[in-house]
């Protein structure tokens, strides 16, 4: 029945106009335990404590419909130790089928702890957990502002892979934001993440916004474009496969394959080269319960305080549709991985490009399988013992790393 509770989000790929959203992005809290250089959020002087509540959060999901994909972000989500709370209320009010959660891997039990509690509490949606890593070792550390950051994430990866080997509803992902200040290193990171951590999912983003330190933006797109590379020749040979155990999981890879390309053009022809459903679609919830059309384009639409938690005010408002004029009128664009993610998924011209990705990925696949080689298989479960190339593995990452 999976497969055809997805189908009434396919008429949204032709028709969008009067519908309510199917992703959200919730900024559950704008706190942050590191200071990282290039947070688009900039540096924060104050600690905000005037975040929505449990109850309120309730109160405005209700009132929401169903939503196919829901991303718990921040600051460092974890940091709300309610988190796993805020989770069961989207699953239980709003059926959600996808939870990306981003983090900086720094709080390794509670971070644990709680994945797995909306791990076992989601059982009918797949879990996401993405950990940030910038750099090996001391150059990670530099980047985020944060000693030692680097070996918890590296902890923090290990106790999630295990997670991964005992639900299939949960998936470990690792993401890269490339900056000034790592762009050089970017292929010794890769080896590390995708060859000694031996992550099966990992992704780049372009540093974006109006970052703390300004400086951040001073990249080179070529050295992008050649960290998507290796991770899509990583993708097709089966070394990090990608997304896995949800419906249309290849589509996403597909997409992802389809996207990095897509980013890196927009960044050298400065331009809009995708029709943006954000605002229709999609939108950015604050921690302090503004709503907006996303994180990067300053145009609030409404605060839900302001209207007693009743979300359909400010979706069919004035000044909703005003903001949605302003994106179409205005060719509205950027590089921002989540709205590329949504503006290729949900049109229509751009699916013959999606299907000859999706097409290649099974196509290599399907190759290894007859060749003999297959997939790499997933991790070991934690009761058994682990094979002699794992142990060889474990030991690189032990010796490069940290333990």
């Known amino acids: 029945m999976y497969p055809l509770r997805l189908l009434k989000y396919g008429s949204r790929v032709f028709y969008k106009r009067g519908m309510m959203p199917l992703y959200m992005i919730h900024f559950i809290t704008e706190n942050c335990n590191a200071n990282c250089f290039h947070c688009l959020c900039g540096y ?81 949606a797949h879990i996401g957990v993405t950990i940030s890593l910038d750099g090996v ?16 994430c590296v902890a923090t990866c290990r106790g999630l892979g295990e997670i991964a080997a005992r639900y299939r509803n949960f998936g470990l992902n690792a993401t890269t934001c490339v900056t000034r200040l790592n762009q050089d290193h970017l292929p010794e990171l890769f080896d590390v993440v995708v060859n000694e951590l031996g992550i099966r999912n990992y992704f780049n983003t372009l540093v974006r916004g109006v970052p703390a330190d300004p400086r951040a933006m ?78 990067l384009l300053n145009k609030p639409m409404g605060n839900l305080r302001d209207v007693n938690y009743d979300f359909r005010k400010i979706w069919y408002s004035a000044r909703a549709d005003e903001i949605r004029r302003f994106i179409r009128d205005t060719k509205c664009f950027c590089t921002h991985e989540c709205f590329v993610t949504l503006n290729i998924l949900f049109s229509p011209w751009q699916w013959p490009r999606l299907l000859r990705k999706w097409a290649a990925i099974k196509l290599g696949r399907l190759r290894r399988r007859l060749g003999g080689s297959g997939d790499r298989p997933p991790p070991a479960r934690p009761e058994a013992s682990p094979p002699a190339a794992a142990r060889e593995t474990e030991a690189v990452v032990g010796s490069r790393v940290g333990r």
């Open 137 to 152: 070792g001391e150059l990670h550390d530099r980047e985020r502002n944060f000693k030692g950051l680097f070996d918890r």
């Open 218 to 295: 001073a990249i080179d797109i070529e050295k992008f474009a050649a960290l998507s590379r290796q991770q899509d020749a990583a993708l097709l040979s089966g070394r990090a496969p990608g997304y896995a155990d949800f419906v249309g999981a290849d589509f996403v890879n597909a997409k992802n394959l389809l996207s990095r390309t897509l980013i890196a053009r927009t960044y050298r022809e400065n331009r809009c080269l995708l029709k943006c459903h954000t605002a229709k679609l999609s939108f950015v919830l604050r921690s302090t319960g503004q709503i907006f059309p996303c994180e």
């Open 44 to 124: 924060h002087a104050h600690w905000e404590r005037n975040e929505l509540s449990i109850d309120e959060i309730e109160r405005f999901s209700r009132g929401l419909g169903d939503l196919l994909f829901v991303f718990l972000t921040g600051g460092e989500p974890f940091l709300r130790d309610d988190i796993a709370e805020i989770a069961k209320i989207y699953y239980k009010n709003n059926q959600v089928k996808k939870f990306q959660i981003p983090s900086n891997g720094s709080l390794t039990d509670r971070i644990l702890q709680r994945t797995e509690e909306i791990v076992r509490a989601c059982p009918k």
